[in-house]
């Protein structure tokens, strides 16, 4: 039974831990380079009945990633966001979180200024000013 699990497919197993250590290697001993980008604030789950008012709309991240690897311009998917579901009309204090499609690759070392000031109010009805 142990050799029979061992051994069935046995060219899969030996191209996956090559593919894998390849990897690994690759993240760990690969140089990191620091950069700082800006990027805009993205209001996730907005609705419609209100406006939003952010206190900063840019916000300010230090990444590093693997040279190697990961170019500059992958860079640009990195998108800051404040998640405002929920919430009413007032004054709010989020966090900025990143949307990061490259978790292991690209790492978001600090976001300035971490949270920022959103007052929420409600729409002006159509006709009303």
């Keep these: 039974m142990l050799r029979k699990?061992?051994?069935?497919?046995i060219q899969y197993k030996v191209v996956s831990l090559i593919v894998g250590f390849l990897l690994w290697s690759a993240v760990n001993f690969g140089t990191r380079a620091s950069l700082s980008v800006e990027k805009?604030?993205?209001?996730?789950?907005?609705q419609s009945n209100y406006v939003y008012k952010l206190s900063r709309k840019k916000v300010r991240m230090k990444v590093s990633f693997v040279e190697r690897l990961v170019s500059e311009g992958a860079l640009e998917n990195l998108q800051p966001f404040v998640d405002v579901r929920g919430l009413n009309t007032g004054r709010y204090l989020l966090k900025v979180d990143v949307r990061n499609p490259y978790k292991f690759l690209v790492l978001v070392d600090k976001v300035e200024p971490e949270k920022i000031e959103v007052i929420i109010q409600e729409a002006p009805q159509r006709g009303e000013r």
């Design 40 to 46: 805009e604030v993205e209001l996730k789950n907005a």
């Design 5 to 9: 699990l061992l051994f069935e497919d």
